[in-house]
């Protein structure tokens, strides 16, 4: 059953505390998104990466957070330092892109992780 | 970038209701999906659906794509269907999808 796999699943820090949260996309997807979900906001895109490279980084604080993909069945986000204002639930999500031919490329369809709730207190 | 209105924000019906939910946005686009995030936060890709009709059980979708709009119809609804749904779209070479504010499904035994 091919599912995007997040951890950890929920995370509780003091604030100034480096908080790092991992993804596994499905096998064979070559993009992934970083969302984050809070009440007053919604659902925002933070980063996100094609093939392993970072395409667009421009949703994140640059300051704190980072995001890499050191392989293709790894990405992670890190925050350094934590304040409470990240607090949030932060998805991550895969897809394939389509391209090729007459059709526009698109990123086709997305799967989410289950998220992972961050308090920072 | 894009716009992407949902409406109504909050709907509450009884089991066994029809409902239609509807999905606004302010460019062409060429993606569109419709996802439900359920009670537990679980976010659940419904239709991959830039246009046309579709349909999955009793859930069915239509994107009228020169007109920016998408709707997504739950007939007989049950209580599991309880939760918040999201239309997601991206515009030509954006590359990147843009979420509306949700719709908040309450289905009340």
């Known amino acids: 059953d091919a599912r995007v796999t997040q951890t950890p699943r929920h995370k509780v820090t003091e604030m100034g505390q480096e908080v790092t949260m991992r993804c596994q996309p499905i096998?064979?997807?070559?993009?992934v998104f970083w969302y984050r979900q809070t009440m007053m906001q919604g659902l925002e895109l933070l980063a996100y990466?094609?093939?392993?490279?970072?395409?667009?980084d421009s949703g994140m604080p640059k300051d704190r957070f980072s995001a890499e993909m050191p392989d293709a069945t790894l990405a992670t986000l890190k925050i350094q330092p934590s304040e409470p204002r990240d607090s949030a639930v932060y998805f991550c999500?895969?897809?394939?892109?389509?391209?090729?031919?007459?059709?526009?490329?698109?990123?086709?369809?997305?799967?989410f992780g289950e998220g992972s709730r961050l308090t920072v207190l | 970038g894009i716009q992407v209105e949902q409406s109504p924000p909050d709907l509450i019906l009884q089991e066994g209701a029809n409902s239609t939910l509807r999905c606004n946005f302010s460019?062409?686009?060429?993606?569109l999906q419709w996802f439900h995030q359920n009670p537990w936060g679980q976010l659940i890709n419904l239709f991959y659906?830039?246009?046309g009709t579709k349909q999955n059980g009793r859930l069915s979708a239509t994107t009228v794509a020169t007109e920016r709009y998408s709707l997504l119809y739950i007939s007989s609804s049950q209580t599991t269907d309880s939760g918040v749904y999201f239309c997601?779209?991206?515009?030509?070479?954006?590359?990147?999808?843009?979420f509306g504010t949700g719709t908040r499904l309450t289905i009340i035994p």
């Open positions: 999500a895969s897809g394939l892109v389509r391209s090729g031919g007459y059709l526009p490329r698109d990123t086709g369809e997305l799967f």
């Open positions: 096998l064979g997807h070559n993009t």
């Open positions: 990466f094609r093939n392993r490279a970072p395409l667009d």
């Open positions: 659906i830039p246009s």
């Open positions: 997601a779209v991206e515009n030509f070479g954006n590359e990147k999808l843009t």
């Open positions: 460019d062409s686009v060429n993606n």
